[in-house]
């Protein structure tokens, strides 16, 4: 069996398309969305992921506006940053790109954010309604994962989805989403004993830790779903937490590094950008 793949970059395309028409109209209609992009440092990754969320702005029509900041910038100095912009009525949705550089402190860049405007859904407020399944604003690389699910019509309720690894913007809130789903969630993570022994029994597996090929066929059920969120370089060469090759023979869908869950991560910042457009109108 070779597992059907689920094309993030297609669906994200197709996203956008629709996105495109709706800002056109708001466009129309007097509401321009504005995102605020700010970049602290750098790192070469975090340059490249900020200018492709520029380019998805433009290419459907958002506004929006790049703040960038030298790697020696004090918490004050983002922090006053982050006042000005939360007042600026253009400005629907503000974004920090993580990682920052180590002075500064992420969990107090990311509780100055108004939640209203926090697209990237990271503040509390909004983790805190995620997790009560109130309207708010989703963790983009968990949303685009749901709906990656979604379009390829694969059930959550009742699955068991066991997620790899337990960061705050994948792992934790993932796996809370497929909750909200119905589904039953294990989560391992790095003090796990016998990762294998939970992967082996996963009817959807997301792995999201960081350590390329990690997942190997013998750790995947037959016909499970594989979700990677792994991003990583080896010989120079992108690849993901899951070992692609071997795994599509026993997975029945996963997705491929790159072009799964990556395009999906920024398609569904535009979508909150213009949630946050229409709310605030
Ligand atoms: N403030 C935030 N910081 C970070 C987030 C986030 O959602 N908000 N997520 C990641 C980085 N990220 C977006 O910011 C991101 C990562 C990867 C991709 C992507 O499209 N990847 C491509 C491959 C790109 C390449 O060739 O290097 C793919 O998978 O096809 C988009 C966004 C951490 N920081
Ligand atoms: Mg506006």
């Known amino acids: ?5 689920l094309n993030g970059k297609e669906l994200a395309a197709k996203k956008r398309e629709t996105m495109k028409k709706e800002v056109s109209k708001l466009i129309e209609a007097g509401i321009k969305p504005g995102l605020a992009v700010i970049l602290v440092g750098d790192n070469q990754a975090s340059k490249t992921y900020v200018r492709s969320k520029q ?3 433009e290419q459907i029509g958002i506004h929006s506006v790049l703040t960038t900041m030298p790697e020696d910038t004090t918490e004050e100095v983002l922090l006053a940053e982050i006042d000005r912009l939360n007042e600026d009525p253009d400005i629907d949705g503000i974004l920090v790109q993580l990682p920052l550089p180590s002075q500064i402190s992420e969990r107090a ?3 100055r954010i108004a939640p209203e405007k926090d697209v990237d859904g ?3 407020v909004n983790i805190g309604r995620m997790m009560t399944k109130d309207k708010t604003f989703l963790p983009c690389t968990p949303f685009g994962i749901v709906e990656m699910l979604k379009e390829a019509d694969i ?5 068991h989805v066991v997620v790899v690894g337990r960061s705050n913007i994948v792992g934790k809130p993932v796996g809370q989403l497929l909750l909200n789903e119905d589904a039953t969630v294990t989560y391992c993570h790095s003090r796990t004993d016998d990762i294998a022994n939970f992967t082996k029994q996963a009817d959807i ?4 830790v960081g350590r390329a090929k990690m997942i190997k066929a013998s750790d995947v059920k037959e016909g499970a ?3 990677d969120v792994g991003m990583n370089r080896e010989d120079g060469k992108l690849c993901g937490d899951v070992d692609f090759d071997e795994v599509r023979e026993v997975a029945s869908h996963i997705t491929p590094v790159p072009g799964g869950v990556g395009p999906m991560t920024i398609t ?6 213009i949630q946050s457009a229409k709310e605030r109108a």
């Open 205 to 208: 597996l997301i792995v999201a």
């Open 268 to 273: 569904m910042l535009l979508e909150n950008t």
């Open 225 to 227: 779903v594989v979700v």
């Open 155 to 159: 059930q959550m309720a009742g699955k």
């Open 55 to 57: 380019k998805a702005c």
């Open 109 to 111: 860049v990311i509780e």
């Open 122 to 124: 990271f503040h509390p």
């Open 1 to 5: 069996m070779s597992a059907a793949l």
